[in-house]
Every structure is written in C-alpha cells, then in structure tokens.
C-alpha cells in the first residue's frame, strides 16, 4: 500500500527541539521529493521545506529558515524534520508529502495523516 | 513573497456548478495545482497542471488558468463536495498556497 506515516510531535517548550519522521511505504522513496507541509489549528495549508529524491538540494520556507533542517535517509525510506528553537506560531499539525517537483511544476500526489506539535510552556 | 488570493466561503446548490477562483501576479505564467480537504482529513490532489486530474477524481472536477487567475470548477456538485479546497503553485523555489475556501453545499 502507498502511504506516508509521520511520528514524533509532541508537546514543546518554547525555545525546545523535537524531530519528525514519516515512514514511507508502497513506491520508490528515493525517486521523488518530500516535503513537510503544516497547518496550524484552524488555518490553513503552509510549505515548510522540501528535499530533493537524492538528498542534495534542500528548499526552506522564510518563517523556518536557520532552525528546521530537512534529510531523509533512502535506505531507510524515511523523511525527517529537525525543528529548533520553537516557538508557539510554531504549533500545527505537520504533514509529510510526496512532490512532482521540476522547473516547471511542484505539487504533491501524497499526505500523511499528520503530527501535531504543540508548543507551549 | 509571492501571494494567492481565494474567497474564504463558497455556497453553491446540490447540482449546480461551484467556481472557485485564485488571484495571484501573473498566476497564468504557472502552474496552478488544486486540493480538497474535508474536515479532519488530510489533503487530497484534485486538480494539477492547472487542468489534470489525478486518477481516482471524479470528471466534474476542472481546473483552468490563465492571466492572473485560476480557476477550480466542480460541475453538478454534491454534498460529498462540501471542503475546503486550497489552491497551490510554485515561485522561486517556494512553494505557496492560497488561504483556503469553504465550499458550502446547501
């Protein structure tokens, strides 16, 4: 079965760290991008960051640059997100997506079913 | 940073044709991809390349783009098609999406 299952939110400190994974399953992880797409309660869709199939290009949004850092690791067939220095506009419940992704078009054919991060004192 | 713009609520009537626009600066010049999400699910891909469909989405739903607007229609609506349904395209290795709209099927 095709599927992404994402692990690892929680509850935060502001200030905390905490790393996301999501578990790829049913097609052939490393020939498409990832991406991390969040959305806080209530709001709507938000791109966080996104890798390249093989791992050498990484893209950031501006709200998450210099403290989240995407990888993945192909042999495992897992994405993961680093997230540093949280604070509560941070909070959302964070999706893992599969891109199709080239000059011309970047979308995403796949979601998980999400983590949440909250974060709060 | 490159904006798109969509109208928060949407009605339409059971059988009739929904519209849902994205403004955005010469959204035309890309590609504008579409998807749906019912409450407490997570996204699904309706529309992409501005007017593909992926397999499994039902023929009433189109997509369109040109100037500075893309478009999403859903020809003879149900109430299955009651979402949100969320525009998206790509700028200088950004991706961006629209605010949402609520399609409201009543």
């Known amino acids: 079965e095709v599927q992404l299952l994402e692990s690892g939110g929680g509850l935060v400190q502001p200030g905390g760290s905490l790393r996301l994974s999501c578990a790829a399953s049913g097609f052939s992880f490393s020939s498409y991008g990832m991406s991390w797409v969040r959305q806080a309660p209530g709001k709507g869709l938000e791109w966080v960051s996104g890798i390249s199939g093989g791992g050498n290009s990484t893209y950031y949004a501006d709200p998450v640059k210099g403290r989240f850092t995407i990888s993945r690791d192909n042999s495992r067939n897992t994405l993961y997100l680093q997230l540093n220095s949280l604070g509560a506009e941070d909070t959302a419940l964070y999706y893992c997506?599969?891109?199709?992704?080239?000059?011309?078009?970047?979308?995403?054919?796949?979601w998980g079913r999400g983590t949440l991060v909250t974060v709060s004192s | 940073s490159y904006v798109l713009t969509q109208p928060s609520s949407v009605s339409v009537s059971p059988g009739q044709t929904a519209s849902i626009t994205c403004s955005g600066d010469k959204l035309g010049d890309k590609y504008a991809s579409w998807y749906q999400q019912k409450p407490g699910q997570s996204p699904v891909l309706v529309i992409y390349q501005d007017d593909q469909r992926p397999s499994g989405i039902p023929e009433r739903f189109s997509g369109s783009n040109s100037g500075n607007s893309a478009t999403l229609t859903i020809s003879g609506t149900q109430a299955m098609d009651e979402a949100g349904y969320y525009c998206?395209?790509?700028?200088?290795?950004?991706?961006?999406f629209g605010g949402g709209t609520k399609l409201t099927v009543l």
């Open positions: 998206q395209a790509w700028d200088s290795s950004n991706v961006v």
């Open positions: 997506a599969k891109d199709l992704f080239t000059v011309s078009y970047w979308y995403f054919d796949l």
